[in-house]
């Protein structure tokens, strides 16, 4: 150290204390003007010490650069273009919370083989667990962990780079290597973290063959509630697993069909037995109320019925149990991307849904959305303006909850934007059903958004004020129209 | 011109404005309303004892009004266009009262380029009022130099534990004193004596030091030179007369926006915008004041180019400076202005501290530097002739992965401890950074 900042030091020492208490050593340079007392002694060396010392540059030899992220292997990713990456930075977390558009952002990129801009990704390795792909955060990603752990003083650590793109990376191994994969991934499997176990298992889902079957049903048995739930996922997707059969089979024994005496069929409830081996599956629920896990674990096809005829008896019956499994039925006829039982389930949502409170038809309207999902653009369509317009019964709070959760779906749905303009110009009153009709049709999805926002706008400028529902379904859809015309610029 | 509802209903400021202006928008509630031209006042009565005094150009879409709002236009001001749209007949064509005749005669004025009245320059009045200030402000520096003293005798131990008063009472004695630029000194002094831990002292020491010597040398300016004196002016936040302004020469060149920043100040928002000459490599910094954050005027933003002259306040050193004609235009360049070492940016720090010691902080450039660690636990930027530690942020790590860990251009402001990064470009990539935010913001 040089004699000035070591000057400096004393100084800084001297002022912390105060002269009452500490005695500032040596004496003032010849130069300067004697000061009348201690403290203004000191004033005047921290004045002219500052203008020395503290500048006095780091020797070049204790700096440090940071390596390249090309030397450390990552050639140089491609970023999404400008309005892309000005799109990210509004997604990600503002006050803890992160927009729920960020996923779908997330996917759009990695497509198109991009990565998030550079800034941005210290951002992205830290959210959640298995959040950001790993192409998403780039050849740069594993650089980029080491830079930011060094910066934070925890070079050693790797938890974010395995933060970043964890399950992702478990997935592409198990894909492009398969035997490795496994050995790699289930080698001191019981001793990981309950996050990674969790990861792991979720890792097999589209890549699980049969021999995965004992691993995986033994992770019903995980001491972690999320790897129980990844593995029972997994399984109920790996054909002939004894879990999926036990779960079809517990389905088909609860929800029969039995003759009404007028030609049709009725519901024969039975509720499933209850004991450890259906814990173990993952039924939480004893009674009737277990078909809530049940039925969306089960293929709609392996319930051994055919659609009108369920759901006829299901409408008939009514009551708190209808919504429940037409809620169970949804979820698996999304889960299982099977239209014709999406359709038929939605088209007994939206009648029943006058017969219920709001929470009721709260559950029905999201199954409703979920149907539609999954639905052919046509068939939605017909569903959508069956809704009825301003005069029609069920053109309240059920059809915008539906439609706004429908306008959320992820991915996003092909002519969803036509379908709820459709809709939205015939309820808000601007024009007869058919000019809407052949208005929507007419136009390029954006367009038409667009136009629907102009139109809400315009009505909630009226009303003074900004938030109406058809200016949420606007702007969500507008929201997620403009991402993928971003990244198509 | 104002020929739509929709057009006023633009011009508000928000939509608490806009109701009550709608609210105001019926010629019953006024008391006088007329009409000259594209001018229209009226008076109408709020909470004052005299009615409120409202005038508005319906082409320029510009109002003037006595009432105290700080919002423009205010709700009287929009109430009158309204009611200029929507019952033009209320509004009685004649002769302009004075109060209204003035104020459109000064527009008028201004926008010829004549002043409205060109009054000539009181030479002896500005030269007493001129006296009084500097012995105010002589007086304001005796003061501060004893209550520094008081500081460095008790301690920053002692003082950290002072309230916010403390400060708040020396810093409102500077303003009264004229020394508005010292008053705010001191209030930063509180906020860095407020920081914990041991890392504020070595800010606290150099902050106090500075200060110390801006008072000296605001005692003894027959000792310095005129352009430091006039740079000790600026420090001490004194405004150059608009006609001394104008006698600035220009300095052209292509001024590259490279950042902005805005500061909320005791009752006016700053926002500062930094700004380097392609070709000459100068760093100019232009200020903006306004009561709030919408009534600051449009100025280019980071991403632009500005293409004319600059006129750079008097005084040394030379960074404040005021926009002359010119055209804008996307900034094309792909750096900051020409080569600088970490030992050229030292150079530069140094020779302007060794003229004005008192500076706080000054903008240097570094070209072609990478990013990484002195020592342990600095992160800095640095080439082969040195490097600068980097001042604690939210933004390092944005920053640091943003270079891809090659060479890149930097400009930041340097206290003699560290640097505070405003702008970057990696890679041909142009960010700005702001000191409070984890982001990096990406401006071309």
């Known amino acids: ?325 037409l809620h169970g039925l949804a979820a698996s006829a999304c889960r299982w991307r099977d239209p014709a039982w999406a359709e038929a389930v939605a088209a007994v949502c939206i009648p029943s849904a006058d017969d219920y409170d709001q929470q009721g038809a709260t559950v029905l309207a999201d ?80 367009e038409s958004t667009f136009m629907l926002a102009r139109a809400a706008s315009d009505r909630a400028k009226a009303q003074s004020s900004h938030h109406t529902p058809s200016t949420i379904i606007a702007d969500t859809l507008g929201l997620r129209l403009a991402m993928h015309r971003e990244f198509d610029k | 011109m104002l020929t739509t509802e929709a057009a006023v209903t633009a011009l508000a400021p928000d939509a608490a404005s806009l109701s009550s202006g709608r609210e105001l928008a019926r010629p019953g509630k006024w008391t006088s309303l007329g009409r000259a031209g594209d001018v229209a006042w009226g008076e109408v009565f709020g909470s004052g004892s005299k009615p409120y005094r409202t005038v508005v150009d319906l082409v320029g879409e510009v109002a003037k009004c006595s009432c105290p709002s700080r919002k423009l236009p205010c709700k009287h001001s929009l109430a009158l266009m309204l009611v200029a749209m929507g019952s033009p007949g209320s509004l009685v064509a004649g002769d302009m009262p004075e109060w209204a005749a003035s104020w459109a005669d000064g527009r008028a004025a201004k926008a010829s380029g004549v002043t409205a009245s060109p ?4 030479a002896k009045g500005r030269a007493k009022r001129r006296a009084d200030r500097d012995a105010r402000v002589l007086a304001g520096t005796e003061e501060l130099d004893l209550w520094l003293r008081d500081v460095a005798r008790r301690g920053l131990a002692s003082v950290r534990s002072e309230p916010y008063a403390f400060w708040d009472r020396m810093a409102a004695r500077l303003v009264d004193a004229q020394a508005p630029g010292l008053g705010r000194r001191v209030r930063s002094l509180g906020s860095l004596a407020a920081q914990p831990g041991a890392a504020a002292a070595e800010p606290f020491a150099l902050a106090l030091g500075r200060l110390g010597l801006l008072a000296k040398a605001v005692q003894r300016t027959h000792a310095l030179d005129p352009d430091t004196v006039d740079g000790l002016a600026g420090e001490l936040g004194h405004a150059v007369p608009p006609d001394a302004m104008a006698e600035r020469p220009e300095v052209h060149d292509d001024w590259m926006v490279v950042a902005q920043g805005r500061e909320q100040l005791n009752k006016l928002v700053e926002r500062a915008t930094w700004i380097v000459g392609a070709a000459t490599g100068r760093v100019a910094r232009v200020l903006d004041y306004s009561p709030t954050e919408g009534g600051l005027p449009p100025g280019p933003a980071p991403g632009r180019t500005f293409r004319g002259g600059l006129a750079f306040h008097p005084g040394f050193p030379e960074l404040r400076a005021a926009y002359r004609d010119g055209e804008l235009s996307e900034t094309r360049d792909a750096g900051l202005g020409g080569p600088s070492t970490v030992a050229d940016a030292l150079a530069s720090w140094t020779a302007v501290m060794a003229r004005a010691p008192w500076i706080e902080r000054w ?66 990539r142009r960010y700005s950074v702001s000191p409070s935010s984890p982001r990096l913001s990406r401006v071309a």
């Open chain 2, 119 to 122: 009054k000539p320059v009181d």
């Open chain 1, 1 to 325: 150290m040089t004699a000035a900042p070591a000057a400096w030091s004393v100084a800084v020492s001297a002022l912390s204390g105060g002269t009452d208490r500490v005695r500032l050593p040596g004496t003032a340079p010849a130069w300067m003007e004697p000061a009348a007392d201690p403290s203004g002694d000191l004033l005047a060396r921290l004045g002219w010490l500052g203008t020395t010392a503290a500048v006095t540059p780091v020797p070049a030899d204790a700096f440090e650069a940071f390596e390249p992220a090309d030397a450390h292997g990552a050639t140089p990713p491609r970023f999404p273009g400008p309005a892309a990456s000005a799109r990210l930075p509004a997604l990600l977390p503002e006050h803890g919370v992160a927009s729920p558009f960020l996923p779908e952002w997330l996917r759009l990129a990695e497509a198109r083989g991009l990565a998030a801009p550079p800034e941005m990704i210290p951002e992205l390795l830290v959210r959640p667990t298995g959040s950001v792909p790993a192409a998403v955060a780039g050849p740069w990603a594993g650089w980029a962990a080491w830079v930011v752990g060094t910066l934070s003083g925890d070079a050693e650590s790797d938890v974010p780079e395995a933060k970043a793109d964890r399950r992702s990376a478990y997935a592409a191994w198990l894909a492009s290597e398969p035997d490795e994969g496994r050995a790699g991934l289930l080698d001191g499997f019981p001793t990981k973290p309950a996050d990674v176990r969790a990861d792991i298992v979720a890792a097999f889902d589209g890549h699980a063959v049969p021999e995965d079957e004992p691993f995986l049903d033994g992770c019903l048995d995980d001491r972690s509630e999320r790897v129980r739930e990844a593995a029972a996922h997994v399984l109920a997707h790996l054909e002939g697993s004894g879990y999926g059969i036990r779960m079809a089979r517990l389905a088909r024994g609860s929800l029969r069909l039995a003759p009404d005496g007028h030609g049709g069929s009725r519901l024969s409830l039975t509720a499933p037995p209850i004991g450890p081996a259906n814990e173990r599956d993952g039924v939480r629920d004893d009674g009737i109320r277990a078909l809530r896990d049940i039925v969306p674990a089960v293929p709609p096809t392996a319930l051994g019925h055919a659609p009108a005829d369920l759901l006829g008896a299901i409408a008939a019956e009514g009551g708190g149990i209808m919504v429940l499994l």
């Open chain 2, 363 to 428: 903008p240097v450039r570094l070209c072609g530097v990478r990013v990484g660690m002195a020592g342990r636990s600095d992160p800095a930027l640095g080439d082969g002739t040195g490097c600068l530690r980097l001042a604690p942020g939210p933004w390092i790590a944005a920053l640091a992965v943003a270079t891809g860990g090659g060479p890149v251009d930097v400009l930041g402001l340097h206290d003699g401890l560290r640097l505070q990064p405003l702008a970057m470009v990696a890679a041909g």
């Open chain 1, 367 to 446: 199954a409703l959305a979920a149907c539609w999902g999954v639905m052919p653009p046509d068939r939605v369509a017909a569903q959508v303006m069956s809704l009825g317009g301003p005069e029609g019964p069920r053109h309240g709070a059920f059809a915008l909850r539906a439609l706004t959760r429908f306008a959320r779906t992820d991915p996003l749905p092909p002519g969803v934007s036509r379908i709820v303009v459709r809709w939205a110009l015939q309820r808000e009153g601007y024009v007869d059903r058919e000019d809407a009709a052949r208005l929507a049709m007419a136009c390029e999805p954006d």
